[in-house]
């Protein structure tokens, strides 16, 4: 048995070449070592002892999307959860807010340090004695993003669950989960521009790669779309030959029912989750009991979430991980209204703002930086606020992409 630690498996998971450096490559070769992806995943794959049909055991539900792919996998995820208490039910998601076991989960909790750390090291050890590759250009080991979804399946399958809602990294096409031969059920959440020099640079193109998560015979759903994008997804169904491909109507009450997510887009990411959940179970779709009570007890951290700061009355902070301009947009829309950023009243005190602001690498911070003051503007005039948007933040800080350490090691990371 390993005496290895959670800290080492952490320490040679970040050893491992970052999912950015691997887009980087992507993006040089100008999309050619796409092609290898997927091969590359599955030669993995056998090395530790699995063959793609195993991975039929994990009656898995795939989500893509460019937004909202996240929280319609904790709805979909939550959902199942009260309409099979008695299941386990497993959810693959990226990135971790905190710590990297965030990203696989059962019954809504991540799996524990001690649990990560077996799975972590029996993976490790059966790369390191099956090194024979097909290709000499294959790493030996996989990059952080493809290690940690050979972790979930390994998990998944050991775990034996009876449900996986597994998230798409980037894209679909050639996005390591997409591995899958039999998924249950595939869902398109909302189309948009992101991850450009890896996708495309036009809907119909990033459209394109999305819907490479259709499989023959599988049904597929996706929401309202733009009419490029709609068009593509249409044609990628029929080429792909899902049995079915739905666009998902709002069902009636679903507008008014009480979500555990914060914004009036969530009510669209609702929606596909009770198609894809009530699909996969083979019942109705509609908001029956177990529906209701799995959309309001979602959690889903940092996706318009609000925080009383316990260290002070008078703080409070929102929170939102926007990365394309599109969620930022919903992000803006929920932030600056009453009740949220906006005072419930006219007539209330205006509270002081601070604007914490970031950026990763690959986006465009002025971009997004004009998106919000544009949204901002238009909230304030939907809201007949008084308040200027040059005005409306006191402050604001911009965070840097570069990290500093104390050296102390801290539930599955390096504390700043």
Request: glycine share 8%; proline share 4%; net charge neutral.
């Amino acid at each position: 048995m390993s005496t290895r630690s959670y800290k080492e498996a952490i320490e040679c998971l970040n050893s491992l070449q970052s999912n950015a450096v691997v887009l980087e490559a992507v993006r040089a070769s100008g999309g050619r070592s796409s092609a290898f992806a997927i091969p590359e995943m599955l030669e993995y794959l056998e090395r530790i002892g699995y063959s793609p049909d195993d991975l039929n055991a994990l009656n898995v539900i795939h989500i893509t999307g460019t937004k909202g792919k996240g929280s319609t996998s904790a709805f979909t995820s939550n959902i199942l959860q009260h309409a099979k208490p008695e299941w386990k039910i497993g959810l693959y998601t990226s990135p971790h807010l905190v710590a990297v076991r965030e990203r696989i989960r059962v019954n809504g909790e991540p799996i524990s340090e001690e649990q990560f750390t077996k799975y972590f090291f029996e993976i490790w050890e059966k790369l390191e004695k099956n090194d024979t590759r097909k290709n000499e250009s294959t790493p030996a080991k996989p990059g952080y993003f493809r290690y940690l979804t050979l972790l979930a399946f390994h998990a998944f399958l050991d775990m034996k669950v009876d449900a996986t809602v597994l998230e798409v990294g980037v894209g679909g096409t050639y996005d390591s989960t997409n591995i899958v031969p039999k998924p249950a059920v595939t869902g398109i959440t909302a189309l948009g521009i992101d991850h450009v020099t890896v996708l495309g640079k036009t809907l119909k193109e990033i459209a394109w790669q999305k819907g490479g998560i259709f499989k023959e015979g599988i049904p597929a759903f996706t929401m309202e779309q733009p009419q490029e994008g709609m068009e593509v997804l249409c044609e990628r169904s029929k080429e792909l030959k899902a049995s079915s491909f739905t666009i998902t109507p709002l069902l009636p009450g679903i507008s008014d029912a009480k979500l555990g997510l914060a914004g009036v887009h969530q009510i669209q990411n609702a929606n596909l989750a009770v198609y894809l959940a009530q699909t996969f179970l083979q019942t109705d779709v509609s908001l029956n009991d177990y529906v209701i009570e799995g959309l309001k007890k979602t959690s889903w951290p940092g996706r318009c979430q609000t925080v009383s700061d316990l260290s002070s009355q008078n703080l409070t902070w929102f929170l939102d991980g926007a990365h394309t301009l599109e969620s930022l947009d919903c992000c803006m829309r929920w932030h600056v209204s009453p009740g949220v950023g906006l005072p419930e009243k006219s007539t209330s005190a205006r509270p002081k703002r601070i604007l914490v602001f970031n950026c990763t690498s690959g986006r465009s911070g002025s971009s997004f930086l004009s998106a919000m003051y544009a949204k901002l503007s238009a909230q304030l005039q939907l809201h007949q606020s008084l308040e200027t948007p040059e005005r409306y933040f006191d402050e604001v800080i911009f965070c840097t992409n570069v990290t500093y350490t104390d050296g102390c090691f801290k539930g599955g990371k390096y504390e700043v």
